[in-house]
């Protein structure tokens, strides 16, 4: 199962919303909702864009291509963030991988060190490690599906998004009210 980041609205304390909820039909009042949420929820996969980058050292076009972001709807008030595993290697020249005598030296995840028992394929330009006496093993590096809930990317998420999802739906809201 994919990781996911979901952005939900809770009303409770919210002065607008109750007097909103009085003033506006059902239709309106999702509408607003939706569109705040929607709103908030594109600058908020912005933020989780840029910390996975800091976090793993993975290009930016690479992040994009991993996560997906499933949008609200008047119906459906849930904006969702999901992580995307595509089963594939990641790029080597990504983490400046050095063959040394002891293994690779690369800097996954923004760190330099050294993987003992590895090396690189001159060939194909992957990662492997040494298993046996004769059998090699690709290495995958950092999942950005699992990176999403490591690190600085849960506490800008919780930081940037409690702060303006209620200040956002307030601002809507004005706008809808007659």
Same mark, same amino acid.
């Given at each position: 199962?994919?990781?996911?980041?979901?952005?939900?609205?809770?009303? &409770?304390? @919210?002065?607008?919303?109750? !007097?909103?909820?009085? /003033?506006? #039909?059902?239709?309106? @009042?999702?509408?607003?909702?939706?569109?705040?949420?929607?709103? /908030? $929820?594109?600058?908020?996969?912005?933020?989780?864009?840029?910390? @996975?980058?800091?976090?793993?050292?993975?290009?930016?076009?690479?992040?994009? *291509?991993?996560? !997906?972001?499933?949008?609200? $709807?008047?119906?459906?008030?849930?904006?969702?963030?999901? #992580?995307?595993? %595509?089963?594939?290697?990641?790029? *080597?020249?990504?983490? &400046?991988?050095?063959?040394?005598?002891?293994?690779?030296?690369?800097?996954?995840?923004?760190?330099?060190?050294?993987? &003992? $028992?590895?090396? @690189?394929? !001159?060939?194909?330009?992957?990662?492997?490690? &040494?298993? =046996?006496? %004769? =059998? *090699? !093993?690709?290495?995958?590096?950092?999942?950005?599906?699992?990176?999403?809930? *490591? $690190?600085?990317?849960?506490?800008?998420?919780?930081?940037? #998004?409690?702060?303006?999802?209620?200040?956002?739906?307030?601002?809507?809201?004005?706008?809808?009210?007659?």
């Amino acid at each position: 199962m994919p990781m996911q980041i979901k952005i939900t609205f809770d009303p &409770r304390g @919210l002065d607008a919303f109750k !007097r909103a909820t009085e /003033v506006l #039909g059902t239709e309106k @009042l999702n509408r607003a909702l939706h569109y705040s949420l929607d709103q /908030v $929820g594109r600058k908020l996969s912005t933020q989780v864009r840029k910390e @996975l980058v800091k976090q793993t050292a993975i290009p930016r076009e690479e992040v994009n *291509r991993s996560l !997906r972001d499933i949008q609200s $709807g008047a119906h459906h008030l849930e904006y969702t963030i999901e #992580g995307i595993s %595509h089963h594939e290697p990641l790029s *080597r020249s990504w983490f &400046r991988p050095v063959q040394q005598s002891g293994g690779i030296s690369a800097a996954p995840w923004n760190t330099p060190r050294t993987f &003992r $028992g590895t090396f @690189l394929d !001159r060939i194909a330009g992957w990662a492997f490690k &040494r298993v =046996g006496d %004769h =059998g *090699r !093993r690709m290495l995958w590096g950092p999942s950005l599906a699992v990176e999403m809930d *490591r $690190g600085l990317v849960p506490v800008a998420f919780k930081a940037f #998004g409690d702060q303006l999802l209620p200040l956002t739906i307030e601002k809507k809201l004005k706008q809808f009210m007659p």
